[in-house]
C-alpha cells in the first residue's frame, strides 16, 4: 500500500469524524454486538459479493464529484489544531490536510532541523503552521509544548491528533525492561498526558476534538508486536473512557486503527522485519 491511498483515507475518516461525530473505533456495546450477530446469521443466509479495494478505489477515482481538501462545503476556517508528530508519515498528511483546509497547526517532532525544514515548506505554501521541537515521551517536554500551544492559539484548541509514536517488531521473549518503557511512553503515556494537558484548553474551544493513532496491531496479530500492540490497546481504552468523560465538556474523542502505510516508521522497521521473515 501507498501513503498517498491510505494516508487518504485516513484524513478522510478523521474530517468525517471532526463533522459528523461518527465513531471509527470502540463503543463495543451489547446491542451492538447483538446486532452485529444479527447482521451476520442474515448475511449467511444471503452472502453477497464483497467488493475488493481496487474495485472501491477505482469508483472513487471515477466519481465525478470527488471529495478534495478543497471542498467548498468543508472548512476549518480559523479552527485551532495540535498534531504531534508532524514531520513525517501520517503526521505530516494530517498536518497539510488539515492546514489545506483552512485550520492552524502547531505540531512537533524531535528532530529540530526537519522540523524547521517542514516548517519552511508550509510557509512556501501559505499553509499556517508553526511547530516545537518536543520529545513527547518526556513528560516535562510535554508540559512545555503544551505552554507554546496554549500561547500560540489564546488558551484554545479544537482539535487535538495523538499520532506521534514509534514500533517496534521483536519477539516478545527478548524484549527489555527499555523496549517496553520506551515503547508506552512513547505511544501511550505521551498520548495520555497530552490530552490531559489539553483538557482545558479544548474545553476552553466550546467543540473540542481528540483523534488518537491506534493501529489495526489492536485487532489482528502481527508477530513481534505485542507491546508495540498493547501500547496502542491502552490507547483503545482512554479513546472510549475520554469520549465518556469529556462529553460533557463538548469534547469528541475518536480513535483510528490504521493498517500498514508506507512511512519512514514502516521502512526502518522492514530493516529489523526481515529476520522474522515477516512480509508486508
Ligand atoms: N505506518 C504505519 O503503517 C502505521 C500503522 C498503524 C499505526 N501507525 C501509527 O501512526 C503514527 C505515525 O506513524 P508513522 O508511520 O507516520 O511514523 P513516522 O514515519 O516514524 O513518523 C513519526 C513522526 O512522529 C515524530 N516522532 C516520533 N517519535 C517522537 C517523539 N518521541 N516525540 C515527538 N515526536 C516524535 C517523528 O519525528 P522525530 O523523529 O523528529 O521525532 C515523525 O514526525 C504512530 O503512532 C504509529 O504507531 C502507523
Ligand atoms: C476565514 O475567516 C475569516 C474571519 O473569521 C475571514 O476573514 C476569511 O475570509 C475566512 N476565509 C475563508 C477562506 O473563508
Ligand atoms: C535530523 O535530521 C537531519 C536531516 O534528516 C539528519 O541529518 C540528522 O542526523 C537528524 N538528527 C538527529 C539527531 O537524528
Redo the contacts with the bound molecule.
Keep these: 500500500m501507498n501513503l498517498n491511498v491510505d494516508a487518504f483515507y485516513i484524513i478522510i475518516s478523521l474530517v468525517l469524524n471532526l463533522y459528523l461525530g461518527r465513531e471509527l473505533l470502540i463503543n463495543e456495546n451489547t446491542k451492538g454486538k447483538i446486532r452485529r450477530r444479527r447482521r451476520r446469521r442474515r448475511r449467511k443466509r444471503k452472502r453477497k459479493p464483497t467488493r475488493t479495494f481496487m474495485e472501491i478505489e477505482s469508483d472513487l477515482k471515477k466519481s465525478s464529484s470527488p471529495v478534495t481538501s478543497m471542498d467548498q462545503r468543508w472548512s476549518l476556517n480559523g479552527t485551532t489544531a495540535l498534531v504531534?508528530?508532524?514531520?513525517?508519515?501520517?503526521?505530516?498528511a494530517i498536518v497539510e490536510e488539515l492546514a489545506k483546509f483552512g485550520a492552524i497547526v502547531h505540531t512537533?517532532?524531535?528532530?529540530e532541523t526537519?522540523?524547521n525544514e517542514c516548517l519552511k515548506q508550509w510557509e512556501d505554501k501559505n499553509f499556517k503552521v508553526t511547530g516545537s521541537v518536543?520529545?513527547?515521551?518526556s513528560s516535562v517536554q510535554r508540559k512545555k509544548l503544551m505552554e507554546d500551544v496554549s500561547s500560540v492559539f489564546q488558551g484554545k484548541l479544537h482539535i487535538l491528533i495523538n499520532?506521534?509514536?514509534?514500533?517496534i517488531v521483536k519477539p516478545t521473549a527478548e524484549c527489555t525492561a527499555e523496549d517496553y518503557s520506551h515503547i508506552m511512553a512513547?505511544?501511550f503515556e505521551?498520548a495520555l498526558h497530552v490530552s490531559q494537558l489539553a483538557h482545558p484548553l479544548l474545553k476552553a474551544s466550546s467543540s473540542g476534538n481528540i483523534v488518537f493513532?491506534?493501529?489495526?496491531?489492536t485487532f489482528i496479530v502481527y508477530q513481534g508486536g505485542a507491546i508495540?500492540s498493547a501500547s496502542?490497546g491502552a490507547m483503545n481504552q482512554i479513546t472510549k473512557h475520554l469520549a465518556c468523560e469529556w462529553a460533557k465538556d463538548n469534547i469528541r474523542v475518536n480513535g483510528v486503527?490504521?493498517?500498514?502505510?508506507?512511512?519512514?516508521?514502516?521502512e526502518?522497521l522492514f530493516v529489523s522485519m526481515t529476520h522474522l521473515q515477516l512480509r508486508l
Excluded at 499520532?163 to 514500533?167: H, I, L, M, P, V
Excluded at 493513532?213 to 496491531?217: D, K, L, P
Excluded at 486503527?257 to 514502516?266: D, E
Design positions: 504531534t508528530g508532524g514531520t513525517k508519515g501520517i503526521g505530516h512537533c517532532a524531535r528532530n526537519e522540523l518536543c520529545d513527547v515521551s499520532n506521534a509514536g514509534t514500533g512513547t505511544n505521551s493513532i491506534s493501529t489495526i496491531g508495540y496502542k486503527a490504521p493498517s500498514v502505510i508506507k512511512t519512514p516508521l514502516i526502518n
